[in-house]
């Protein structure tokens, strides 16, 4: 895939919102419905098949366009994560020197997932960043060139960048769009944080399971690997999942700390939602396959008047 999805095939074209303006985009949130890890590389990092589900829930990101253009970004970040530490500033700091029009933004992070619960937030709001500077600051990179970028942030971050549901080989790197069916998910946190680098260094983990095709994943077959490492050394996810296995199959996302069910409609998830609710944080949302973020800036680029274009 090599299209933009943010320029219009006029490269040099401004920013298309006057100062003042603001923009708001979703970070959406991911499940992995199956995690298989197959082998570990001499690098240290982990060979794994998984199925990324795009969800219709996650952060919220405000870039609002300030006086000046030389590529100062304010952060309000609702996280309370160190602004080093933070994936916008870092993807912001890759497309500074693509930047043609480099207006100055002050970017607000509506912190709505758990840091650290498997749904991939941060590797979003890095991506929505990398997209909306894209268009903002005029760069015009092409979609595989973002989500090289987006590799350097994390193993995650080229999956919402690309902005489709897919199948992943790799380090997460090699990446297939698939359609899945539309169901609605519910997912738990138990308010704790687990640890990445631990589970995947648990000389329990299995890291020789058999591969997979995708059809085997669409079918529903295959597991998360990481999950009984995790059951084991964490009890109250242990628990959680016995509680969520209540309402149907329940499984962690990633190395959690969060776990899904599965449900077949909006009715079955709210009900779902609000038992679980009463012991812990709860939402629930329908899949996706495409993300929001590709469209709306699709469609802002669409609002740049024909005058503006030819700077």
Known sequence: MT?????????????????????ILPAPAKLNLMLHITGRRADGYHELQTLFQLLDHGDQLTFSIEPGADGRIRLSDSSGLPTADNLITRAATLMRDHARHPVNLHIELDKRLPIGGGLGGGSSDGATTLLALNT????????DTLADLGRQLGADVPVFVRGHSAWAEGIGERLQPVELPEHWFVVCHPGISVS??????????????????????????????????????YPEIRSMLDTMSAFGPARL???GACGFITLPDEGAARRAESALRARYATFAAPGLNRSPVLDRLAALTLTIPKTRRKS
């Open 253 to 255: 996302t990633g190395t």
């Open 3 to 23: 299209d933009s999805p943010t320029a219009a095939s006029d490269t040099r074209q401004p920013c298309p919102l006057p100062e003042g303006d603001s923009l």
């Open 196 to 233: 990445t680098a631990e589970v995947f260094g648990n000389p329990g983990l299995t890291r020789n399971s058999q591969i997979t095709t995708i059809r085997s994943a669409l079918r529903g077959d295959g597991r998360n690997d990481c999950e009984p490492v995790v059951r084991q050394r």
């Open 136 to 143: 903002l600051w005029g760069c015009a990179l092409d979609t």
